[in-house]
């Protein structure tokens, strides 16, 4: 006799992962960053996919000024892969973290 079973939607990955890297010092916004324009047409903030039951996760930030971007874009990767692995239970592939801009 198999347990329950639960299924994760895109969107709901998509969201979590948004909260995940919202939370880390240094992040301004979770996001692209430039003229409204560009924000409209760059598409989503946070894209995803499941391939062979494991997630692939890339996620574009605004970081705080004088924010050091390396050690910020890696806690933004630790942070949202424990999201994904303690929270979903899901078997993490990768975690791209993309700044897209500093600042307001």
């Given at each position: 006799m198999a347990g329950p079973e639960l299924t994760v939607g895109r969107g709901v990955i998509a969201e979590l992962v948004r909260l995940a890297a919202f939370e880390v010092p240094g992040v301004l916004?979770?996001?692209?960053?430039?003229?409204?324009?560009?924000?409209?047409?760059?598409?989503p903030s946070v894209a995803v996919k499941i391939r062979n039951e494991r997630v692939a996760v890339r996620v574009w930030i605004?970081?705080?000024?004088?924010?050091?971007?390396?050690?910020?874009?890696?806690?933004?990767?630790?942070?949202?892969?424990?999201?994904?692995?303690?929270?979903?239970?899901?078997?993490l592939e990768t975690v791209t973290v993309l700044v897209d801009g500093v600042g307001g």
């Amino acid at each position: 006799m198999a347990g329950p079973e639960l299924t994760v939607g895109r969107g709901v990955i998509a969201e979590l992962v948004r909260l995940a890297a919202f939370e880390v010092p240094g992040v301004l916004s979770v996001g692209r960053g430039g003229p409204a324009w560009r924000r409209l047409i760059g598409g989503p903030s946070v894209a995803v996919k499941i391939r062979n039951e494991r997630v692939a996760v890339r996620v574009w930030i605004v970081a705080r000024p004088g924010q050091a971007l390396v050690p910020l874009t890696a806690a933004v990767r630790s942070t949202v892969a424990a999201t994904v692995e303690r929270v979903l239970g899901l078997e993490l592939e990768t975690v791209t973290v993309l700044v897209d801009g500093v600042g307001g």
